[in-house]
């Protein structure tokens, strides 16, 4: 598995997050992908939804099972990764190089609730 | 939670397990798709060792067995296997499960983990009058399925008294107290074996044939495999609660022989329900899903449904109710709220390559 980069923050739910201003984009850990298996659909939500902290967005599925993707902020979507709706296979590919939403944060003071790269390392190393 | 004999085999190549009819069986390996191309284009094989296994003997084992069954297992030859739902007096399914014509007098039936309580209770509960003797060897044997076109080759070379037997029919090797049966039978619909032994046997074929490059397949890929050929999976297509003519399992139920459980009841029944196929071009359906039709009533709901591998599409069996069902109407999947256009298929979505 690839390394957890540094740069990045982390959820319990395996996903990556990287701020920019009042802009979250969110996406999969290598950990997601890789427990999901070959990921062969998914969905993501239309720009301008607006969601609350711990709302699905979208799910992904591998060919035995569905999963939801989370967001650990509220806000709403700026932007979706249409590439990745049209190639899945990405998310298998380069985890952390495939985004999947871009959310114009509600309450940035959220990010604190996020997890830095070595706590999610931990988190890895106590969960699998 | 039980564990099968070829438990540290899984251990030491890395599944991933899950509980599964009261066992910690393997899911998957290392890749579900690799696991079901293997199966589909060379060979792959499955610890199934969870299922149970029932022996029936005595003068009128056939008799007893050709009773508690709707398909006709008195006109199989010995070595002869035979698919039936176990149905109650009011034709409800209990299990199905494949019998073995072992001897004249001698019969194997295997069944499904999950119920081989409520099946034995069933099976004894029915044996008076029967000159039988009963055995529940479920826990004494192991058995592994080995399924692809290359699986008699495969098995030859780590077992060379297998012969070339015909699809549904079995071979005894051993005859003690617990035979080793090779059977021309499976799950996936390629051609394959399942082989049924003690422990230690099973394991050592098992490590044979890993040596000779047989993929190790979890129930993930033989799930897959059995709906793209359309195979029921109890507690999905079949239950409790619904008949045998319900579940696209006509073809299982022989009126024409001498009584049997379930005979009344099935012969006077009208279906509630349609065992349909179904085929999205988009969308991955699922079990539980609604299907609707183009006016918008819900007429039934998934079965079971997965990408197929093979197709690279949606594939779902449903059932819908009759009374709500027009066939001339389009068929639609609702996944998360959004109507997915579903064309019903006939026959298999795969065409397996058994024999």
């Keep these: 598995m690839s390394k957890i980069p540094e740069n990045l923050l982390y959820t319990e739910e395996h996903e990556w997050i990287s701020i920019e201003g009042d802009v979250a984009t969110i996406g999969i850990t290598d950990f997601a992908q890789s427990s999901l298996g070959d990921i062969v659909f998914v969905e993501l939500p239309e720009i301008e939804t607006a969601f609350d902290t711990g709302d699905s967005f979208g799910v992904v599925e591998s060919i035995k099972s569905v999963s939801d993707l989370y967001t650990p902020l ?15 296979e990405k998310l298998n590919e380069n985890a952390f190089g495939s985004w999947l939403v871009k ?26 | 939670m039980k564990k099968t004999a070829l438990y540290p085999s899984h251990i030491d190549l890395g599944a991933k397990l899950a509980e599964f009819g009261g066992y910690k069986m393997p899911i998957q390996y290392s890749n579900l798709k690799q696991e079901v191309l ?4 060379s060979v792959g094989m499955f610890d199934v060792g969870h299922m149970g296994e029932f022996f029936i003997k005595g003068a009128e084992a056939i008799k007893f067995v050709d009773f508690l069954l709707t398909n006709d297992f008195s006109a199989a030859a010995v070595n002869k296997a035979v698919y039936s739902p176990l149905c109650r007096e009011d034709g409800s399914v209990i299990d199905d499960l494949i019998a073995y014509k072992l001897a004249e007098d001698f019969v194997m039936l295997c069944v499904n983990a999950a119920n081989i309580e409520k099946d034995w209770n069933w099976i004894v509960s029915k044996k008076e009058g029967f000159q039988v003797e009963l055995t529940n060897k479920s826990e004494d044997y192991s058995l592994i399925a080995v399924q692809g076109p290359k699986s008699l080759a495969a098995l030859k070379e780590a077992e060379s008294a297998l012969e070339d037997i015909p699809y549904y029919s079995l071979q005894i090797k051993e005859n003690g107290q617990t035979p080793i049966i090779f059977a021309r039978t499976g799950y996936t619909g390629e051609d394959g074996f399942e082989i049924f032994g003690p422990a230690a046997y099973v394991m050592g074929l098992w490590s044979k044939l890993l040596k000779s ?13 059995r709906l793209e050929v359309c195979f029921p999976l109890y507690g999905q297509e079949i239950d409790d609660q619904t008949t045998p003519l319900e579940s696209g399992l006509k073809w299982t139920v022989k009126f024409s022989k001498p009584d049997f459980i379930g005979k009344a009841a099935l012969e006077k029944s009208s279906p509630r329900f349609l065992n349909l196929k ?5 969308g991955i359906p699922r079990k539980g899903y609604d299907v609707v039709d183009q006016d918008g009533n819900s007429v039934g709901k998934v079965t079971s449904g997965s990408l197929s591998v093979i197709l690279e599409k949606g594939v779902a069996m449903a059932r819908v109710e009759k009374a709500k069902y027009n066939s001339s109407l389009e068929l639609f999947v609702n996944i998360r709220g959004k109507n997915y256009r579903a064309k019903r298929h006939k026959g298999p979505f795969v065409n397996g390559g058994h024999k």
């Design chain 1, 103 to 128: 959310l114009k944060m509600k309450d940035p003071s959220q990010v604190e609730n996020l997890m830095d790269a070595k706590k999610y390392e931990n988190f890895c190393a106590n969960n699998s």
């Design chain 2, 38 to 41: 293997a199966v589909r284009n």
């Design chain 2, 213 to 225: 490059d047989v993929t190790p397949c979890g129930l993930g890929a033989r799930d897959v495999l």
């Design chain 1, 74 to 88: 509220a806000g709403s979507v700026l932007e979706k990764n249409e590439e990745v709706e049209e190639s899945p």
């Design chain 2, 278 to 282: 179904l085929v999205l071009d988009k």
